[in-house]
């Protein structure tokens, strides 16, 4: 496994921002998923359904192996387990990634 | 590599797992392969990994290495699978954790990480292993049964999970074969298992492939959710 030894949160943005673009051109028929920040991803009022989800977490989980060459679980249980949601936000995604591969980079 | 199809196959240090490597290897496939032991003599275009399949680190670790060498996967086989034939009133529960482990946990880990590489080709093909335990209730496998009837439910589950990625989920369900996991198993017991079959004989190594080439083929791309029980369970 190679894991990068500091984490490029520009990077990780950069990863999650193809995926909604390569999901964006997947379904023309759907209202486009924003790449700003601070909009809602999954949950409430989000642009994701559950299995919209599923190919986004999928797609940025192979988006950090093709680009960073990190291998992750983004559907862990300690994703699940948190009180605000990882997936909720692109910043609070980027933030969880970072997260997981500062732990992996020490482990 | 060239652009052979990539097949991941569990369990081939030996017996049916060995097997299909052979097989397939014959057919043109790059065959990567696991198990705890080493398998010997099956040569160039096959690729091994030791591990426990429900060893999670060790499991994504190998899809990664797979990712990374072909960039693609088109067949799992998850053959590996281990027995305890045991009265129920005689099954320690270790040994049902690890029966769960191995045949329901490492069928399961598997699934998710070859379906990940699969999607993105939007194709693939994942076969499971059952038995005719399951539809005999056969007494003195209860936890081996179980776990085989988690198996098919996994399979039907992830059939209709899977279904849109382009990927299809069938199982095979072995009649007794001749294999190191019977080797515990008496004659009588066997004999009587055998006696309940519409066909009565052993399994060979070929009617396993029969099946699995059957899942194989193009001409398969509507079949999914399906469990073949051979000899007619």
Redesign the interface.
Known sequence: ?NTPMAVDKARIRGVIEAVIDELNAQWPDRPPMEKNGSAVLFGRNGSLDS?GLVHFV?GV??GL?DTLGA?V?LASDKAMARRHSPFRTIDSLVEFIAELLQEQAGA | MPDARVMLISGTSRGIGRELAVHYLQQGYAVAGCSRGTPDGLGEGYLHFPLDVGDEPAVKAMFAALRDRFGRLDVLVNNAAVASMNHALLTPLETVERILRTNVAGTFLFCREAAKLMQRARWGRIVNFSTVAVPFKLEGEAIYAASKAAVESLTAVLARELAEFGITVNAVGPAPIRTDLLAGVGGEKLQKLIRRQAIRRFGEFRDVLNVVDFFLRPESDFVTGQVIYLGGA
């Open positions: 496994m299995l999928v989980e192979q192996a291998n679980t």
